[in-house]
């Protein structure tokens, strides 16, 4: 995003879940910040009222495909098919490939209707290898004019962002930098 603006975009991957997304609103609302949420479409389908809460909130919708499927292992129309899939619950115009991966085929066809939203700074909240100082020092490090910061909503990463979401939110904040979501 904008290299010249002080400014950074929250992600969020996986789900809504009820175990991980809850909190996460809950601590977005007490910073008074505005985030992406890139919805497995099958998520959504079975966590309705989660999903709508995410919207009622003032949240970006994104799609992350109705199965979190990696692009590689599916013909354009089977992965197409696929996000038009978790379309049909999300509504919306942007689309991240699970794993950032996608062949250059369906690159090409889902760009002609959905703006494809990658990421610069991936906290690797999901690993297990990383602990919450880990996450918050990535974000530390990494964090920069623009970037786009993803977090998972998702039972790999709730417990580290116990501690790193918040303190990352209140780092960033310290620095100067505003929270924005995609047009």
Same mark, same amino acid.
Request: glycine share 6%; proline share 4%.
């Given at each position: =995003? ?5 400014? %950074? ?9 009820? *175990?991980?997304?809850?909190? /996460?609103?809950? $601590? ?11 919805? $497995? ?12 809460? %995410?919207?009622?909130?003032? +949240?970006? /919708?994104? @799609?992350?495909? +109705? @199965?979190? /499927? ?12 696929? $996000? ?6 999300? +509504? ?9 991966? =996608? ?13 494809? %939203? ?11 290898? =990383? ?5 918050? @020092? ?19 990463? /709730? *417990? ?24």
């Amino acid at each position: =995003m904008d290299r010249n603006e002080r400014a %950074v975009y929250l992600t969020f991957d996986d789900g809504p879940i009820p *175990e991980a997304t809850p909190f /996460i609103l809950d $601590v977005l609302k007490r910073y008074d910040i505005k985030a992406t949420f890139f919805m $497995v479409g099958d998520n959504a389908r079975k966590y309705p009222e989660l999903h709508q809460r %995410v919207v009622d909130e003032g +949240h970006r /919708i994104g @799609n992350h495909t +109705h @199965n979190h /499927i990696g692009g590689f292992r599916y013909t354009i129309r089977e992965y197409s098919y696929n $996000v038009e899939k978790a379309n049909a619950y999300l +509504h919306t115009n942007l689309v991240r490939p699970p794993h950032g991966w =996608m062949r250059l085929g369906q690159y090409a066809w889902l760009s002609r209707k959905f703006k494809i %939203v990658m990421w610069d700074l991936v906290t690797r909240d999901y690993s297990k290898w =990383m602990t919450a100082d880990d996450i918050l @020092n990535n974000v530390k490090r990494y964090a920069r004019n623009g970037s786009i910061i993803t977090f998972h909503d998702s039972l790999k990463s /709730i *417990e580290k962002l116990h501690t790193a979401l918040p303190l990352s939110i209140e780092w960033l904040l310290a620095e100067g930098y505003a929270f924005k979501t995609f047009a």
